[in-house]
């Protein structure tokens, strides 16, 4: 039975979820369990999640409105219902205002190119920051290359918010499209959303919001934003890869040409021409990740069972007290806001390891997975006087003594890498404490 099926969903977390998540159980190393804090790149799934991508395969799997077999009529009427479980999920006012896509990349490059290459002109200013991902900045540097329009960066704070005196000021009636994540994916930073958006259509200006990091934590309302587009991805919310989510305005899509050409966005082709199809078939064209939508909702179903504001509450714990002990640590910076400014993630580096050393010991020695690199941000992370950072990312069934696995490993990476002629500690003399007790807590920040 599954945990959801029989514990009260206050006590959920997280150690009555674990059960559901067969990768957390296996060991990447002998002896080391999982300690699994990339959940930023892309979280684990669920059973629930895996034998709904069976269950499809196996008894519903045939293509989407194109047959009158009951294979194909299972897989359609799952498949919408899939995309009204998303509405509702985000606050959207109509099914027909989702809109499938491979992920948030290419959600945002659907808006990039269809939008943006028929809307802007010389002159026009499309205004994004100086924390986005690659993925929100990129395809805007590519229209501004092909539409004449100018795209500027609101900065960001000393320490790593977004500098909202500064969008202030960026704002004019040439500002036609406000494109900003909602929390940033290297600095852990929480945006201003509602207020950015209010600016920006004060001014005239779409704002879209790349919410990869947030969706998943979070509650998300895009009535209560009024939000014009809104791009995340199934993959970091407990879903499968492959499929992601654009919501966008009806009026806004409606306007919008087609990004992509062929089967299933058509209402009538001749060899002159043809009539795209309505909402929101115009947008996918060709066979659409028919089973990844499916188990996304299985994912969201998931979610709700537990409840955002239960899963942002853990999350924001396991943030605090990985700032706290990190923050005492030599050496180590930390990059972004306090935590009462972040969530789920927090990224740091070292005045003299390189993160992929870093990540490199802790996957090897302790069986702890973080990410390093640049974590596509790489302006950012020049900004920052930096080419790599580590970053650990929390999620739902992550654990307090994992935030101590992590910080045990920074410990050992510390002793490996200490300066020749310093004195190191050997195990002899220091045995390694048992993860979690006091006396690893203290040892860690020494």
Sequence with gaps: MSALASIDASALLPESLRADFPILNDDVLDGHPLVFL????????????????????????????????????????????????????????????????????????LVARSWGETNLRPGDEILTTVMEHHSNLVPWQQVAAKTGATLKHVPITEDGRLDMDAFAKLLSDR????????????LGTV??????????????????????????????????????????????MLGPSGVGILYGKEALLDA?????????????????????????????????????????????????????????????????????????????????????FRTSLVSFAFEKIHAHEFAQVLNDRFGVAVRAGHHCTQPLHRLLGLSASTRAS????????????????????????????????????????????EDHRNRIVR
């Design 175 to 186: 500002t036609k499209l406000v494109a900003v994540t909602s929390v940033s994916n290297t």
């Design 38 to 109: 990339d959940n930023a790149a892309s979280t684990q799934r669920p059973r629930q999640v895996i034998d709904m991508i069976a269950r499809v395969y196996e008894h519903d799997y045939a293509n989407v409105h194109r047959g009158i077999h009951t294979l194909s009529e299972r897989s359609t009427e799952q498949y919408e219902e899939a995309r009204e479980k998303v509405a509702r999920f985000i606050g959207a006012a109509n099914s027909h205002e989702v809109i499938f896509t491979q992920g948030t990349t290419g959600s945002i490059n």
């Design 394 to 437: 929390f999620y739902l069934y992550n654990r307090p003594e994992e935030v101590d696995r992590l910080l045990e490993g920074i410990a050992a990476v510390q002793a490996m890498f200490a300066p020749r002629g310093r004195k190191r500690r050997s195990q002899q003399q220091y045995p390694t404490p048992k993860v979690g007790s």
């Design 256 to 340: 919008m040409p087609p990004f992509l050409g062929g089967g299933s966005m058509i209402n009538e082709v001749r060899l002159d021409g043809f009539t795209p199809a309505e909402l929101p078939a115009k947008f996918e064209a060709g066979t659409p990740p028919i089973v990844p939508a499916i188990a996304m909702s299985a994912a969201i179903d998931y979610l709700q069972a537990v409840g955002l504001d239960a899963i942002h509450r853990h999350e924001q714990a396991l943030v605090d007290y990985a700032y706290e002990q990190l923050s005492q640590i030599e050496g180590l910076r930390i990059l972004g806001p306090a935590p009462e």
């Design 191 to 236: 945006n201003p959303i509602a207020e950015i958006i209010a600016q920006a259509h004060a001014v005239g200006a779409l704002v879209l919001v790349d919410a990869a990091q947030s969706v998943p934590h979070m509650v998300t309302d895009v009535a209560a934003w009024d939000c014009d587009f809104l791009a995340f991805s199934g993959h970091k």
